[in-house]
């Protein structure tokens, strides 16, 4: 079955940055939007970028800190967070937009932590 791959969180000091990486299988990304989600705990998973031919779309509460990348002809989707603050917190997802869109299953999410 196929999965979304996510990688790169970690424990990071308010004000620090991380990158994350998203492998997307046995798809070409540049057919889709592709989207990074977040949930943090007790709260429903949140949009909070996505990318597509053309342009790129961010929520209010990561504008202009995080910036959603590809690598060109790849399948590997990126998320530089850099002003990182403890609401950050989270587990960090990819997927398409809309979610489920082409049967490839949600990752297992990597988890960032923003704490000093």
């Known amino acids: 079955q196929r999965q979304f791959v996510e990688s790169g969180g970690g424990l990071v000091q308010p004000g620090g940055s991380l990158r994350l990486s998203c492998i997307v299988p046995?798809?070409?990304?540049?057919?889709?939007?592709i989207a990074w989600y977040r949930q943090a705990v007790g709260t429903e998973r949140e949009l909070i970028a996505r990318?597509?031919?053309?342009?790129?779309l961010y929520a209010d509460s990561v504008k202009g800190r995080f910036t959603i990348s590809t690598d060109g002809a790849g399948n590997t989707v990126y998320l530089q967070m850099n002003s990182l603050k403890p609401e950050d917190t989270a587990a960090y997802f990819c997927?398409?937009?809309?979610?489920?869109?082409?049967?490839?299953?949600w990752g297992q999410g990597t988890q960032v932590t923003i704490s000093s």
């Open positions: 997927n398409t937009y809309p979610s489920n869109l082409v049967g490839i299953s």
């Open positions: 046995g798809i070409s990304i540049s057919s889709y939007t």
């Open positions: 990318i597509f031919t053309g342009g790129r």
